[in-house]
């Protein structure tokens, strides 16, 4: 039976299961849904996120892709003219690593099942990093960020690609009309689930702005931290380069 979840999680670890539960039952719908609901522009953005990566840095590195659900950002980068290396896709809810499991096949693509505010990796394990509308997930942002810091090596790239609101008002309009009200009714016919894609908004509506998540990746042990606005601002592109001597070590203890 699908629970409704409660509008507001009484802890981290409760929102947590919330969204794992989530991501669990929409497996089997979820690229369809994707593609459809973007207006199949999640693959430029998805282009434009790696492009930021400076993966030609170390084309035969390790990258990560934290919370890479089917796998479509590890699969942008894994599919880039010149890159040799490997791609490790890091998602918390098995139903979506089983679902994108096919798409990986002959491609340089290794699902793990893991936490991404407890990866397990050791410190400076990847040549650089890449989240694909994840962190809007997590239930402690910081301390996803920090673990995502931990696991790259000195000065690697940190890039998160994620919707926003748009600045414009006219855009905003348009959008809150879209993502309210239309997103919603169409996520709950195909996917067959009665509140996954109301969540979406919410969870939109409640994430830092641009400038607020660079002062977090910032505390986090990132610098060079840019952001930039991709199509009017439905979503920010943010790129961050792991500071000397931030974190490293292994994994911190379960709370
Ligand atoms: C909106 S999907 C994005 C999937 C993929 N990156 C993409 O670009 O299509 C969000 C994914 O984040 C995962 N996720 C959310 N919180 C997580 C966490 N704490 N650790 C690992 N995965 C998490 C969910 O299971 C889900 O697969």
Redesign the pocket.
Known sequence: MIVPPRADPASGRER?AQ??TI?SEIAHRYDLL?HVLSLNIDRRWRRRAVAALDWERAPGGTYLDA????F??ALTLAGRKGFHGRVIG????LP?LARGRSKIDGHPVGPVC????RLPFRGGSFSGAMV???VR??SDLAAGFRELCRVLEPGGRLVILEFTVPPGRLLRAAYMVYFNHILPRVGRLVSGHPWAYSYLPRSVRDFPGPDALAELLREAGFDSVEWRLVSGGIAAIHVAAKAPGAGAGDPPPES
């Open positions: 947590a969204v794992r991501f994707n919370c890479a659900g089917t479509d950002l890091a998602d918390f809810a979506m893991g936490d991404t505010q694909g509308f994840g997930n997590l």
